[in-house]
């Protein structure tokens, strides 16, 4: 790498100078801003807001169908139980029973 001499940095600097001067000579222009667009939208948005404070009775309905006819599931889990209740009630039966004493 070569070494930057002290004077060029000095005249880089100067230069920079110069320029950033001669930029901030000129006046500033002032522009006028048209705020009727926001002053607008301010009001649309107070709207907005006015109309989403306001409350709101929603009724939800609910309607649950159950399709029976191609649930084998639903018709295997029917079945299961009523086997159990069978199988309940003849070990009921069965223990109401009298041991015979064979003699």
């Known amino acids: 790498m070569s070494k930057i001499n002290v004077i060029d940095i000095y005249k880089m600097f100067e230069t920079i100078n110069e320029k950033l001067d ?7 222009e002032s522009v006028q801003i ?14 907005v807001i006015e109309e989403v404070r306001k ?3 929603v009724k ?14 639903f018709f295997s889990w029917i079945i299961l139980v009523i086997i159990i209740f069978i199988v309940l009630d ?8 009298q041991p015979t004493q064979g003699k």
């Open 34 to 47: 048209d705020l009727s667009a926001v002053d607008t939208m301010t009001e649309k948005l107070k709207n």
């Open 60 to 73: 939800q309905q609910y309607r649950h169908t159950i399709d029976i006819g191609s649930s084998w599931f």
């Open 55 to 57: 409350p709101t009775i």
């Open 22 to 28: 001669k930029k901030t000579d000129k006046p500033i």
């Open 90 to 97: 003849s070990c009921q039966s069965t223990a109401n029973y």
